[in-house]
Nanobody, 119 residues
Framework: QEQLVESGGGLVLPGGSLRLSCAAS????????MSWYRQTPGKEREWVGT????????IYPDSVKGRFTISRDTDKNTGYLQMNSLKPEDTAIYYC????????????RGQGTQVTVSS
């Protein structure tokens, strides 16, 4: 069964850090670009960043640039989202996706993991 499973979410103080993982199974994750998104109730989902198939290039929106880092380990078939200097407005459900590097269409999406930034 092909799936993406996120983990690593939780409650963290403002200014703290978390590392989310996105474990792929049933397919070779490294043949797809990986993107992270986040969503809060009542809002549209927000793109958090993307990494290429080889991991050689990443891109982020201004809202997280300099604080969040995406990486991937092709041997482990897993991707990561390192989040530093977290703010209350980073609170959301975070999920990863696998996208075709050719068409950009979404191939698979994980179920998400909750991140709460609060004192």
């Amino acid at each position: 069964q092909e799936q993406l499973v996120e983990s690593g979410g939780g409650l963290v103080l403002p200014g703290g850090s978390l590392r989310l993982s996105c474990a792929a199974s049933g397919f070779i994750f490294g043949t797809y670009t990986m993107s992270w998104y986040r969503q809060t109730p009542g809002k549209e989902r927000e793109w958090v960043g993307t990494i290429t198939t080889t991991g050689g290039s990443t891109i982020y929106p201004d809202s997280v640039k300099g604080r969040f880092t995406i990486s991937r380990d092709t041997d482990k078939n897993t991707g990561y989202l390192q989040m530093n200097s977290l703010k209350p407005e980073d609170t959301a459900i975070y999920y990863c996706t696998a996208r075709s590097p050719i068409t950009g269409s979404e191939y698979l999406r994980g179920q998400g993991t909750q991140v709460t930034v609060s004192s």
